[in-house]
């Protein structure tokens, strides 16, 4: 049984990250989706929504799991029993922090090792940030993120019920 996790702060999650999910899910036996409870970065949905908009967005594949954890990656890695951790790759920009935190987790546990999968081309220019700031002006994110999040979108920025 190879296991990956998949970590990421999610908020909220779009269609670039669940491209990734899906392809994962594809190669391993198990993906568990590791919401990040991170201090330092403020975020617009807590962690069980988050969690929560994770879980609802993944439910169709069997073989995907979610879960938070707060503090070091490769401690979810080893809490997860999974060998690989899965990051995508969006642009050039990306890959010096990605490249920086694979050697960091590398150096920290030799065991775990980080797999990039190269974003689709239609993902590549798209951030959680700023499919929170199209929402707020009013612009349609329907392309990029499941009908659910969209909703949990305009309900938290604009006041809008479903
Ligand atoms: N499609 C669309 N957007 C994507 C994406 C994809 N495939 N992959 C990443 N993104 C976006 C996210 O939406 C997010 O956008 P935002 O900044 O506008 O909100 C941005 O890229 C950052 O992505 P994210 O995956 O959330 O990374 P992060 O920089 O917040 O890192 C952790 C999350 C949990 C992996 C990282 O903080 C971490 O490992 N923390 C634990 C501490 C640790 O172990 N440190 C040692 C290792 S250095």
Redesign the pocket.
């Known amino acids: 049984m190879v296991r990956a996790i998949y970590?990421?702060?999610?908020?909220p999650i779009?269609?670039?990250?669940l491209?990734?999910i899906e392809r994962a899910s594809l190669l391993f036996d198990e993906v568990h989706v590791?919401v990040?409870i991170?201090s330092k970065?403020q975020t617009l949905f807590s962690i069980k929504e988050r969690e929560d908009l994770v879980r609802q967005c993944t439910q169709e594949w069997k073989n995907v799991r979610v879960s938070s954890h707060e503090?070091?990656?490769?401690?979810a890695a080893e809490k997860n029993g999974a060998r690989v951790i899965i990051?995508?790759l969006?642009a050039v920009s990306?890959f010096e922090?990605e490249f920086?935190?694979a050697l960091?987790?590398k150096k920290?546990r030799r065991e775990v090792e980080t797999l990039h999968l190269m974003?689709s081309e239609k993902?590549t220019y798209?951030?959680?940030?700023?499919i929170?700031d199209l929402v707020s002006l009013g612009a349609d994110v329907s392309e990029f993120v499941p009908a659910l999040v969209e909703q949990s979108l305009k309900s938290r920025l604009l006041g809008k019920s479903p």
């Open positions: 970590p990421g702060t999610f908020d779009t269609n670039g990250h491209d990734i590791i990040a991170n970065k503090g070091l990656t490769v401690e990051r995508g969006r990306d922090y920086q935190m960091m987790n920290l974003s993902f798209i951030t959680s940030s700023l929170r």
